[in-house]
């Protein structure tokens, strides 16, 4: 038995700031739920929930589609596991990571040395691009549930997406788009209440 011992490592992004941590996930006999915590902000990032006949459910907020995706596992799977990405099932937004400490923080590494290398005078870091990007949707998610953006049909009904550097906001009665750009400081500084987003009737859109 693996009591007081660590099942696995994971790490996955904070929806409220956007910083991501390796967190080591114990074995927890007693208890049902086991709460992860951002060590910046104390939201929940995720959960892990034990379910009968030794398998878990990892329940995980989603900031691009704002359902939460549970994944399921056996605890033997969790044992074995290396290094495993976690997606939204809806768009592919990358959610976080499962797996060995020691994968995941050299997959942390890689990624922005990466990130650097592409972007060598860009002034900001991959995990800050992230939580650019998070802040954006988050921004977008509160302007639409407060009624300040309109379609040019007059609806106030959206789906908002992450498509790459970019959050795609849909309108779900005339299916027109707007494309608001999240990959800089700039780009949030000019995200702000009040301001205006362009929509494409979706012939246009399509074009681009």
């Known amino acids: 038995m693996l009591v007081g011992g660590v099942v696995c490592s994971v790490a996955f992004y904070c929806r409220r700031c956007g ?5 080591d996930v114990p074995y927890f006999p007693g208890m049902k739920r ?14 892990l929930v034990r379910q009968d006949k030794g398998r878990w459910e990892i329940h995980v907020p989603c900031v691009a589609c704002g359902k939460e995706h ?19 099932s809806q768009d592919r937004f ?20 990466e990130f650097e290398r592409i972007h060598p005078s860009d002034g900001t870091n991959f995990i800050g691009k992230q939580q ?24 106030h009904d959206f789906i908002a997406q992450v498509r790459g550097d970019s959050v795609l ?20 500084r ?4 009040g301001s205006a987003i362009g929509f494409l009737a979706p012939a246009l859109h399509n074009k681009r």
Not at 34 to 47: G, K, V
Not at 190 to 193: A, D, G, T
């Open 19 to 23: 910083k991501i941590h390796v967190h």
């Open 34 to 47: 086991f709460s992860l915590r951002c060590a910046d902000c104390s939201h929940e990032q995720a959960a």
């Open 70 to 88: 549970v994944f399921s596992y056996s605890l033997v799977q969790l044992k074995r596991m290396k290094l495993e990405k976690v997606y939204c």
């Open 94 to 113: 990358e959610l976080g990571y499962i797996g060995q400490r020691r994968r995941i923080e050299e997959l942390l590494a890689f990624n922005q040395t």
């Open 132 to 155: 650019i990007l998070l802040e954006a949707v988050n921004r977008v998610h509160e302007f639409v549930a407060a009624g300040e953006v309109a379609c040019l049909c007059g609806s």
């Open 169 to 188: 906001l849909e309108c779900g009665q005339c299916g027109s788009c707007a494309v608001i750009p999240a990959e800089s400081a700039a780009d949030l």
């Open 190 to 193: 000019r995200l702000v209440c």
